[in-house]
């Protein structure tokens, strides 16, 4: 335990709570208290890391931990890389969730740039994470910092970063930051004084009036297909923010029959009814999915708790009287085939108009991350537009030049990338159900849809193998034993292609990850995961499908052979 260096860090403390708990802690642990020495120990192991995610961690004082001496330095560093790079009239929006300590970091983020000389644009109440992004852009500010842990536990919370306005051009215009701006804004940090030597202003900055949300909310209505609704969705928000801008957005585009999950609808940071207030966690949905049974509902619709991703589930065609959720993968490849329609149309309609023709440069692109189905690519392939693979997280899909829409197999899906250039869950939930409602009127569900790609471009299935450790060495150690003796087969077919992608692949940079593809054109791809403790294997195998297959017949099959490979990379990672 280095006392000294918690010394220093308990004498530049800005929050007087924080600074107390400090000063029992070491008292405690000087007397012989080991709990107290542990967590001291691991308070102080290190400090959390400024990166292309920003920060997450903890709540709790000390360096390794998310507080507000640690926010406050990261708004000064923040704050003084914006005055370098645009200018000491910088503008930035700050957001903030329902989680504890939210509205706190968002004030102090607010009270650092007016007191540096910028201009702080305070949202006006807790709200979904898409809204922030959208405020960047709309109010054409430059720079945008959202409070929020997204669907991590309670006891995190987590500070997100974007560039807009003068700070960045092109593509990256409203996008999550990524190097070389992470690093710069963390070398800015680093030189941050102590948090009570940085300056703090008492007012000053501008609180947003409800116009920004009503805005936001009008802008993903338009994106809701026209004609009479009649569709019955459940929605649970998770306990989090988006409960309400959902509701008022579905109900605004006539989708009027809505059944909220009435535990989790209302902000609660301690997410009682969840274990991981995530949607793709099992039994997240169950409360959800109880409740379209109970009123036979269409569709059940999910937002994580910032509401910037979204989950679905339908009635399961194979198991009748049962629910099934869809995959992020599903949806991708549902919403994916949408918008390429939508493009589609768009273009048809553009060349009747005598408009400009469409360049081959200006040709719309679909966009996926590399561990997302490889689906995606074959619906842009068969509307005549590109597709882009970029490394995982939307800092890079929503990069895509041309973008009309990109997703990630983690349910984060970018449906209006002029307005909100990140995963939006609550337009999201908007488009999905006006697809489900077109369907619905033709009487057909989304299911026959996602039937139908099989049939047009064969059965794509995907799975997740992922492995939650309390031990991170054992991440490396995995990674470890698929590097030096990785499969061989998969599912009984040989590997004929093995990439490691810190070496980089397809024009990608370099990323910790490992991509294996058999003969049956089945592919892994391993990575630790970057926002948790998980090292995550991400799975599809290829069913050819014939014009005579029994679809049915043909997912049970690849869900085996999904079965098969889960085991077999189990056995290889050794952990």
Same mark, same amino acid.
């Given at each position: 335990?280095?006392?000294?260096?918690?010394?220093?860090?308990?004498?530049?403390?800005?929050?007087?709570?924080?600074?107390?708990?400090?000063?029992?802690?070491?008292?405690?642990?000087?007397?012989?208290?080991?709990?107290?020495?542990?967590?001291?120990?691991?308070?102080?192991?290190?400090?959390?890391?400024?990166?292309?995610?920003?920060?997450?961690?903890?709540?709790?004082?000390?360096?390794?931990?998310?507080?507000?001496?640690?926010?406050?330095?990261?708004?000064?560093?923040?704050?003084?890389?914006?005055?370098?790079?645009?200018?000491?009239?910088?503008?930035?929006?700050?957001?903030?969730?329902?989680?504890?300590?939210?509205?706190?970091?968002?004030?102090?983020?607010?009270?650092?740039?007016?007191?540096?000389?910028?201009?702080?644009?305070?949202?006006?109440?807790?709200?979904?994470?898409?809204?922030?992004?959208?405020?960047?852009?709309?109010?054409?500010?430059?720079?945008?910092?959202?409070?929020?842990?997204?669907?991590?536990?309670?006891?995190?919370?987590?500070?997100?970063?974007?560039?807009?306005?003068?700070?960045?051009?092109?593509?990256?215009?409203?996008?999550?930051?990524?190097?070389?701006?992470?690093?710069?804004?963390?070398?800015?940090?680093?030189?941050?004084?102590?948090?009570?030597?940085?300056?703090?202003?008492?007012?000053?900055?501008?609180?947003?009036?409800?116009?920004?949300?009503?805005?936001?909310?009008?802008?993903?209505?338009?994106?809701?297909?026209?004609?009479?609704?009649?569709?019955?969705?459940?929605?649970?928000?998770?306990?989090?923010?988006?409960?309400?801008?959902?509701?008022?957005?579905?109900?605004?585009?006539?989708?009027?029959?809505?059944?909220?999950?009435?535990?989790?609808?209302?902000?609660?940071?301690?997410?009682?009814?969840?274990?991981?207030?995530?949607?793709?966690?099992?039994?997240?949905?169950?409360?959800?999915?109880?409740?379209?049974?109970?009123?036979?509902?269409?569709?059940?619709?999910?937002?994580?708790?910032?509401?910037?991703?979204?989950?679905?589930?339908?009635?399961?065609?194979?198991?009748?009287?049962?629910?099934?959720?869809?995959?992020?993968?599903?949806?991708?490849?549902?919403?994916?085939?949408?918008?390429?329609?939508?493009?589609?149309?768009?273009?048809?309609?553009?060349?009747?108009?005598?408009?400009?023709?469409?360049?081959?440069?200006?040709?719309?692109?679909?966009?996926?991350?590399?561990?997302?189905?490889?689906?995606?690519?074959?619906?842009?392939?068969?509307?005549?537009?590109?597709?882009?693979?970029?490394?995982?997280?939307?800092?890079?899909?929503?990069?895509?030049?041309?973008?009309?829409?990109?997703?990630?197999?983690?349910?984060?899906?970018?449906?209006?990338?002029?307005?909100?250039?990140?995963?939006?869950?609550?337009?999201?939930?908007?488009?999905?159900?006006?697809?489900?409602?077109?369907?619905?009127?033709?009487?057909?569900?989304?299911?026959?849809?996602? #039937?139908?790609?099989?049939?047009?471009? @064969? /059965?794509?299935? %995907?799975?997740? $193998?992922?492995? !939650?450790? +309390? =031990?991170?060495?054992?991440?490396?150690?995995?990674?470890?034993?698929?590097?030096?003796?990785?499969?061989?087969?998969?599912?009984?077919?040989?590997?004929?292609?093995?990439? #490691?992608?810190?070496?980089?692949?397809? @024009? /990608?940079?370099? %990323?910790?990850? $490992?991509?294996? !593809?058999? +003969? =049956?054109?089945?592919?892994?791809?391993?990575?630790?995961?970057?926002?948790?403790?998980?090292?995550?294997?991400?799975?599809?195998?290829?069913?050819?499908?014939?014009?005579? #297959?029994?679809?049915?017949?043909?997912?049970?099959?690849?869900?085996?052979?999904?079965?098969?490979?889960?085991?077999?990379?189990?056995?290889?990672?050794?952990?």
């Amino acid at each position: 335990m280095d006392e000294k260096a918690i010394e220093t860090w308990i004498a530049g403390e800005v929050d007087a709570d924080d600074r107390q708990t400090l000063t029992d802690m070491l008292a405690a642990a000087k007397s012989g208290d080991e709990a107290a020495a542990t967590e001291l120990a691991d308070a102080f192991s290190g400090e959390l890391t400024f990166g292309t995610a920003g920060l997450r961690g903890r709540l709790g004082a000390g360096p390794n931990r998310m507080n507000r001496s640690v926010v406050v330095r990261a708004a000064a560093g923040l704050c003084a890389y914006l005055a370098e790079t645009v200018g000491p009239d910088f503008e930035i929006v700050v957001g903030y969730d329902a989680r504890y300590g939210s509205a706190q970091f968002a004030k102090d983020t607010c009270a650092v740039a007016t007191a540096m000389g910028g201009r702080a644009l305070l949202l006006p109440r807790a709200l979904p994470t898409p809204v922030t992004a959208y405020a960047l852009k709309y109010m054409g500010s430059d720079a945008a910092v959202m409070v929020t842990a997204s669907h991590n536990p309670p006891k995190d919370n987590g500070y997100k970063v974007y560039l807009g306005g003068r700070a960045v051009s092109g593509s990256g215009q409203g996008a999550q930051i990524v190097p070389p701006a992470d690093k710069e804004i963390y070398a800015k940090i680093q030189a941050a004084p102590a948090a009570n030597q940085i300056p703090l202003a008492e007012d000053g900055w501008r609180v947003l009036g409800e116009d920004i949300v009503e805005s936001y909310i009008a802008q993903a209505v338009s994106l809701a297909a026209p004609g009479p609704k009649d569709l019955k969705i459940v929605l649970t928000s998770m306990h989090g923010v988006g409960g309400e801008p959902a509701m008022a957005a579905l109900h605004q585009a006539g989708f009027t029959q809505v059944e909220v999950v009435p535990e989790q609808h209302e902000p609660d940071p301690d997410f009682p009814t969840v274990s991981f207030p995530n949607p793709e966690e099992p039994g997240a949905l169950d409360l959800a999915l109880a409740l379209a049974a109970k009123t036979d509902a269409d569709l059940v619709l999910a937002n994580d708790p910032d509401a910037d991703r979204c989950s679905a589930a339908i009635k399961d065609v194979d198991n009748p009287g049962q629910w099934r959720q869809l995959t992020g993968d599903e949806i991708g490849s549902l919403l994916g085939w949408q918008a390429a329609e939508f493009y589609a149309e768009n273009a048809a309609q553009a060349k009747e108009d005598d408009l400009h023709p469409f360049a081959p440069a200006a040709v719309g692109t679909l966009a996926c991350s590399i561990v997302s189905s490889r689906l995606l690519s074959q619906i842009a392939k068969s509307h005549d537009m590109n597709f882009a693979a970029t490394l995982t997280g939307f800092k890079w899909i929503s990069r895509a030049e041309n973008l009309v829409f990109g997703y990630e197999e983690a349910i984060g899906f970018c449906v209006d990338p002029s307005h909100v250039r990140d995963k939006d869950g609550i337009s999201a939930c908007l488009r999905l159900a006006s697809l489900a409602q077109v369907l619905k009127r033709e009487g057909r569900t989304l299911q026959d849809l996602l #039937d139908d790609l099989a049939r047009e471009h @064969g /059965l794509y299935a %995907t799975a997740p $193998l992922s492995i !939650r450790v +309390e =031990d991170l060495s054992l991440i490396a150690k995995g990674m470890k034993n698929l590097r030096e003796n990785g499969p061989k087969t998969l599912a009984g077919s040989k590997v004929v292609e093995y990439f #490691d992608l810190v070496n980089g692949y397809q @024009g /990608l940079p370099g %990323t910790d990850g $490992l991509l294996f !593809r058999t +003969e =049956d054109n089945d592919r892994v791809i391993a990575r630790p995961s970057g926002t948790e403790p998980k090292l995550k294997c991400y799975l599809e195998v290829v069913m050819p499908v014939k014009a005579d #297959d029994d679809l049915s017949q043909v997912r049970k099959a690849g869900a085996a052979r999904l079965d098969q490979i889960k085991q077999d990379m189990r056995s290889a990672l050794g952990i």
